[in-house]
């Protein structure tokens, strides 16, 4: 079979490539929705002015898209003394997406997916360190790009992502839970109705995003304690993509964005996304002011029940071993952090950063004082 690749590294060649992502992402083996159009696009526009397209692209003949390894080059400094280009999947880091791959139908996988690993490879005078974050284990990308790679040049970190099947029924599921959480569940539902006003909404109005996701905002600061990593996630652009990502998939019936209210307040919400028969649980936010009545795990329990009900087979929590999602989750994931080196300067880097990890793990000597 013939097929052509071909390196876009332009903003309006990548652009053009919509009428065609999403249908063939959906006949691959990668179908996620953090690889999807909307997402990676969304990324661009916001994120772009850092990083600077790097798609490799397959085409037959007849110009019919065969597959692509979406990337990005990120021009960085090591210790403000050693500039350095890193290539980055495209849509990854300050959004936190998980389970990305190189992207190429099944039909013609084995011939693409190699293909374009090794184009890769073959250009890396374009870059210095391959950094491919929360990348699938046996998916294309780290299959073929470990073959074309010497292992003495290659790290990689393993990343927890807890996830449950989901069954056919809420009472199903619930009694896969302990038997302390079932009690729970049941309990804080009745103590929030005794307290007032209690409902739990799904966010299906446009015009309610601003004020969901300020909200949104507001309770998951509070919830992680103002955490440094968690308030540098909010900073202006992330809020902006968030906004756009949120009205893309709310428009392409993706968005899962539950609330649960107190008297017309915001005590508990989920924000989550629902793309191929999967919920993806992508952040979590409540009132500390109201914990005696459990307002995570409720709106957690009501998440599941929706997602359920429409006929989810799977919830994945995404990246994080929180304690709080193995009371949910049964079972566990990885995805990988993988890093390559090429030529002189990416390996120098990686080589200095084994010095450093080494140096901080060796002991101190006794003090003779």
């Not at 040049?153 to 927890?160: D, K, L, P």
């Not at 619930?174 to 909404?201: P, V």
């Amino acid at each position: 079979m013939n097929f052509q690749l071909n390196l876009l590294t332009d903003e309006a060649q990548f652009f053009a490539l919509a009428p065609e992502w999403n249908e063939l992402l959906q006949e691959s083996a990668a179908d996620n929705i953090f690889l999807t159009w909307e997402w990676l696009s969304a990324w661009l526009r916001w994120f772009g002015t850092e990083r600077q397209p790097w798609v490799v692209t397959a085409r037959q003949a007849d110009g019919r898209l065969l597959g692509a390894a979406p990337l990005a080059v990120r021009r960085r400094v090591q210790s403000g003394l050693l500039p350095y280009r890193e290539l980055v999947f495209l849509g990854s880091n300050q959004a936190a997406p998980d389970h990305l791959d190189f992207i190429a139908r099944r039909e013609t996988a084995d011939m693409v997916a190699p293909a374009l690993a090794q184009y890769v490879w073959d250009n890396r005078d374009q870059w210095d360190v391959l950094s491919l974050d929360s990348v699938t284990p046996q998916g294309t990308a780290v299959t073929h790009l470990r073959q074309c790679a010497p292992a003495r040049w290659q790290e990689s970190r393993e990343i927890v992502c807890p996830f449950t099947p989901l069954p056919s029924s809420w009472n199903d599921f619930r009694q896969q839970l302990g038997k302390n959480m079932r009690y729970n569940i049941s309990r804080y539902d009745r103590k929030l109705a005794e307290a007032g006003d209690a409902r739990y909404t799904q966010l299906a109005d446009p015009a309610e995003l601003p004020d969901a996701l300020a909200s949104l905002r507001r309770l998951h600061l509070i919830a992680r304690r103002g955490e440094e990593a968690a308030a540098a996630f909010w900073h202006g652009r992330m809020t902006s993509f968030q906004q756009e990502i949120a009205a893309r998939f709310l428009a392409n019936g993706w968005l899962r964005f539950y609330r649960l209210q107190l008297d017309g307040r915001d005590i508990g919400l989920t924000y989550n996304f629902y793309y191929a028969n999967k919920l993806s649980y992508y952040m979590t936010g409540y009132d500390e002011a109201w914990r005696r009545y459990g307002p995570g795990r409720q709106i957690m329990a009501y998440t599941i029940r929706r997602a359920i009900g429409e006929g989810a087979r799977e919830l994945d929590f995404l990246r994080g071993e929180e304690a709080y999602k193995f009371s949910w989750a049964a079972q566990s994931r990885l995805t990988l952090h993988l890093k390559i080196a090429a030529g002189s300067r990416g390996r120098l880097l990686m080589q200095a950063r084994r010095f450093k990890a080494g140096w901080r793990a060796t002991p101190a000597a006794p003090s003779t004082a």
